[in-house]
């Protein structure tokens, strides 16, 4: 009984001990925006509400302008929602499709075409990631929330991501990598919808306008 015992206490020491220290793995990697803030418990439901506007028909347009690499390119950017996946597509004004690519869940997602100019890796992640920050995330235990005055930020620290709120209005989400260091930038307009993105390094603007 006694050797019962004693197996017992040190599974209950090892798993406080893990769990003290993913807690403070998960600290350390929070962005420095989040030092000296408390979480908060609002609900146990923390989920991310979409950026983009959908229509009647699950669909959504916009006035898309690109800059990156001394390169313009604009045209329509659609999204469309289909039953395990979100369909995103750019046309240019000439008719040339620039990129399609597929968002599954968990937010995996899917090259299916790529201009061959623009056919590099890291093309393709960041204009994929810089999607991803205007799309929703659902419920799911990495989302953490915290309070600063009069408004409340939710870090995502699977995908480095951190959403700022206003009066229950999402206004601006931060992309991260290696703990600090901010990558890209959307802020979101909420008279006009408008949502523009800015990505560091490398240089990428990202400008977005809702078409009727």
Do not use: W
């Not at 999607?131 to 659902?138: A, D, R, S």
């Not at 009069?150 to 206004?171: A, P, R």
């Amino acid at each position: 009984m006694m050797f019962l015992n004693s197996i017992y206490q040190k599974t209950l020491l090892y798993s406080t001990l893990f769990s003290l220290m993913l807690l403070l793995l998960m600290n350390s990697c929070a962005p420095a925006a989040l030092k000296g803030l408390k979480k908060s418990v609002l609900s146990d439901e923390i989920s991310i509400p979409s950026t983009i506007s959908f229509n009647q028909h699950a669909m959504a347009k916009y006035r898309c302008k690109i800059e990156a690499f001394d390169q313009k390119i604009s045209g329509v950017l659609i999204f469309k929602q289909q039953i395990d996946t979100l369909r995103v597509v750019m046309i240019t004004d000439f008719g040339l499709k620039v990129i399609d690519l597929s968002f599954y869940e968990e937010t995996n997602y899917k090259i299916n075409h790529i201009m061959k100019h623009l056919d590099y890796e890291f093309i393709r992640e960041s204009f994929a990631l810089n999607i991803l920050m205007l799309l929703p995330q659902k419920q799911n235990s990495v989302l953490i929330n915290y309070v600063d005055d009069d408004q409340n930020m939710i870090y995502d620290s699977k995908h480095s991501m951190l959403y700022y709120f206003k009066d229950h209005q999402k206004y601006r989400v931060d992309r991260y990598r290696s703990k600090s260091k901010l990558i890209s930038m959307a802020t979101i307009n909420q008279e006009t919808k408008e949502c523009r993105i800015e990505q560091l390094n490398p240089a990428i603007q990202i400008i977005l306008k809702p078409l009727k």
